[in-house]
């Protein structure tokens, strides 16, 4: 169980987040652009410091550790592949900074689930868009955490490309707590087993992607604005 | 929206205008080369002996600079204060001070009988005409450029890469070691590039404090003023095939580094 509250004052408004997130949930954060999405994901992260916060992951208050210790991998929207290494030399990072023994068949496993075998000793600048988000996905599955947070991992792929990334991602579906931020109701759609929508640094929980929709009564879900005060978790 | 031809011209011509200027007194320098005059400062022992100690001081300028500046540089990246730009107004200090100016004030702050030159003086290192005195000399002049591209090294990465660094677990002891300097690293060698350059060219503030032991451009000046352009510019020639032959090789090495990184 990953438990947020955090209160942070940005220059328009107020992030006021308040949500729990069941292990190995899928929970697609939903939301316009710049409704303080990505600012909520930097919190739990530790990247970012907030007025007032508290993290709790798996009943530990991790609120205080730096984001090295808290177990929660945040992948940024863009291409945060390191330039200087090859696809390999990102796979190994997370367990050459552990100084866990090199495993070369560990990285090799998880590189040929995420279809990413054929490119391991290309550089990240001769690799595709889609094959830059899967081999980010493996990096941070190899780094063994509790949460993943992917801020906006499709927003930079061509349609096609996006629809083969989302069915890959609904295989990682059940086997680690993720938070897709997006601001695209397809993604949503297709992989929220929860959703939890955030207008102006509010956060808005819905316990499916139906129950989404049925509360914005049909309209866009832009327009759901002035049904949220009914359905805001405490 | 297309450039007007006329603008294109323009354009061209001075970029052609400042290309020959840069190489035209180079080129006529080796065109003008009296060549048995050149072999004869081959054989000059002096000559070799002050080009070596051109590039020692120079190499231990830019080593000195490195392990100031880069921790300097570091500092200012991650320290966004209002002191900021004045601190790196600060560091750009050296390059607008007139170089016999620079090497007054050395003399003034490191001579014996100053309180820093005796507290060095109490250690076996005195500066005025030694090698301690032209890597001061040197290192000064020179240390800016080291700071400044080491500085735009750091800025130029993407603070989402040092996020997902310490998001997988790295510290930031391991995010500088694995992430910050890899990626700055093009940058680093390109101020110390150009500090040595800096460095091996750097004639007014080592003539103040440090004359002996000679350095290239004293020989060089030195020959001139008591034998005139025959006999100091064989040495010239010299001087910039050496640094030629360095420049490449470590501009090659820089090249080829900020490659792999794009």
């Known amino acids: ?234 | 929206m297309k450039n007007p031809k006329w603008l294109y011209l323009l354009v061209i011509t001075l970029t052609i205008i400042c290309l020959t200027f840069i190489t035209l007194p180079i080129l006529n320098v080796f065109i003008s080369l009296d060549p048995e005059n050149f072999k004869n400062t081959l054989k000059d022992g002096e000559v070799w002996k002050a080009i070596f100690t051109s590039l020692k001081g120079a190499t231990f300028a830019t080593i000195v600079g490195l392990i100031m500046g880069v921790p300097t540089s570091y500092f200012l990246f991650q320290t966004e204060s209002k002191y900021s730009e004045l601190i790196e107004s600060v560091i750009n200090l050296p390059i607008v001070i007139p170089h016999v100016a620079v090497g007054i004030t050395l003399l003034e702050l490191l001579n014996s009988n100053s309180p820093l030159g005796k507290f060095f003086s109490h250690l076996g290192i005195s500066f005025v005409d030694t090698i301690y005195g032209i890597i001061i000399a040197m290192c000064f002049v020179s240390i800016s450029y080291t700071i400044t591209s080491s500085l735009m090294g750091f800025r130029s990465i993407n603070k989402e890469l040092i996020w997902t660094a310490r998001s997988l677990g790295a510290s930031p002891y391991q995010v500088v070691k694995f992430v910050i300097l890899p990626l700055a690293f093009p940058y680093i060698l390109r101020g110390a590039i150009l500090s040595f350059a800096r460095s091996i060219s750097e004639v007014g503030a080592i003539l103040i404090i440090a004359y002996y032991p000679i350095t290239a451009p004293v020989l060089m000046y030195e020959r001139f003023e008591d034998y005139g352009l025959k006999s100091s510019t064989p040495i010239a020639v010299l001087v910039i095939c050496i640094s030629l032959i360095i420049f490449i090789i470590l501009l090659s090495i820089s090249y080829r580094r900020e490659k792999r990184i794009a």
Request: glycine share 4%; hydrophobic share 40%; proline share 5%.
């Open chain 1, 1 to 234: 169980m990953l438990e947020v509250k955090v209160e942070k004052r940005l220059k328009s408004f107020k992030i006021e987040a308040n949500f729990r997130v069941k292990e190995k949930e899928y929970v697609v954060v939903l939301g316009r652009s710049g409704a303080g999405k990505s600012m909520i994901a930097k919190v739990i992260s530790g990247i970012e410091r907030a007025d007032r916060c508290k993290v709790i992951l798996k009943g530990k208050d991790i609120s205080n550790l730096p984001p090295e210790k808290r177990r929660i991998s945040y992948l940024p929207q863009s291409n945060t592949l390191f330039p200087h290494m090859s696809i390999l030399e990102n796979l190994e990072f997370p367990l050459r900074i552990r100084k866990e023994k090199f495993n070369r068949r560990k990285v090799e496993e998880i590189a040929s689930q995420f279809n990413v075998k054929e490119i391991l000793f290309k550089r990240p600048s001769e690799v595709s868009g889609g094959e830059v988000q899967r081999v980010a996905l493996a990096r941070a599955i190899l780094s063994d955490p509790e949460v993943i947070i992917l801020d906006e991992p499709l927003s930079s792929l061509d349609f096609l490309t996006k629809i083969k990334l989302i069915d890959f991602l609904k295989e990682l579906k059940g086997r680690r707590t993720i938070l897709h931020i997006t601001h695209d109701p397809l993604e949503a759609e297709k992989l929220a087993d929860r959703v939890l929508y955030v207008e102006r640094g509010r956060t808005f929980y819905f316990e499916s992607w139906k129950d989404f929709i049925e509360r914005a009564r049909g309209e866009l879900p832009q327009k759901i604005k002035e049904f949220f005060p009914y359905r805001q978790q405490s």
